[in-house]
């Protein structure tokens, strides 16, 4: 079992950046594949990036793309998403996800845990 707690969201006007952390509690962090998702108003939860086990090899939906980066410190049970180039779009409340995997694929697709979410608003 692993806990997520979700910081670093908030209020940024167009083209500005925000750092989120994730961090995690309970057993095993470096054995899972790590990810970010977010939800906007009305519509569904989607994938944004994720990472795996040792943090080689990462993948990105295609919005964000050159923009955010996704890393973690297994020492510190921690993934972050750095977003950069901000759009309004951008808007949502974004979750941090856990899957018992090594593989990307599995916490895009199916993850066994979510955090609480943070929201990040960005004013145009």
């Known amino acids: 079992q692993v806990q997520l707690v979700e910081s670093g969201g908030g209020l940024v006007q167009a083209g500005g950046s925000l750092r989120l952390s994730c961090a995690a509690s309970?057993?095993?962090?470096?054995?899972?594949?790590m990810g970010w998702f977010r939800q906007a108003p009305g519509k569904e939860r989607e994938f944004v990036a994720a990472i795996n086990r040792s943090g080689g090899t990462v993948s990105y939906a295609d919005s964000v793309k050159g923009r955010f980066t996704i890393s973690r410190d297994n020492a510190k049970n921690t993934v972050y998403l750095q977003m950069n180039s901000l759009k309004p779009e951008d808007t949502a409340v974004y979750y941090c996800?856990?899957?018992?995997?090594?593989?990307?694929?599995?916490?895009?697709?199916?993850?066994?845990?979510w955090g609480q979410g943070t929201q990040v608003t960005v004013s145009s």
């Open positions: 996800a856990a899957a018992r995997s090594a593989q990307t694929i599995v916490v895009a697709t199916t993850p066994n845990y």
């Open positions: 309970g057993r095993g962090f470096s054995t899972y594949a």
